[in-house]
């Protein structure tokens, strides 16, 4: 879809230059240097565009890691706590992931307490490296 809106947009673009150039040759029938610059000046843009997405590189995507389902019921660790376990693993903090998942910082404080006790950390981090080495995170 996106290719299709391009294309037509870049045919849009060539014709309205060609209008205007058309245009610029009935007042000044001789251009010189000034259309050589011009065409030389969009040779260049066209250029830089098409070097930039053939030398683009695709950003590579992590495979998605398997969580173990069962380690996380038998630990009892609900959809919402691990929910707030991975935004602690991503560094926010409680105001900011209370305000993620719209609910209050007090509720989030309590998933956390709850989160280091079923994991047995006591530490943020001690939990974020637990879970990890649990295989649910």
Do not use: C
């Amino acid at each position: 879809m996106s290719r299709t809106i391009v294309t037509f947009g870049s045919i849009g673009v060539a014709l309205l230059l060609l209008l205007q150039l058309s245009r610029y040759l009935l007042v000044f029938p001789n251009p010189g240097t000034e259309l050589w610059l011009v065409l030389l000046a969009l040779l260049f843009v066209a250029l830089g565009v098409v070097m930039a997405r053939h030398l683009a590189a695709p950003v590579p995507q992590q495979p998605a890691k398997e969580i173990d389902e069962g380690r996380l019921s038998t630990l009892g660790i609900s959809k919402r706590e691990h929910e707030v376990l991975g935004l602690i693993a991503e560094g926010l903090s409680n105001r900011e992931i209370a305000e993620r998942l719209f609910v209050a910082e007090s509720t989030i404080k309590t998933h956390v307490s709850n989160l280091l006790s079923k994991l047995e950390a006591k530490r943020r981090t001690q939990a974020v490296s637990r879970a990890k080495e649990l295989r649910i995170l």
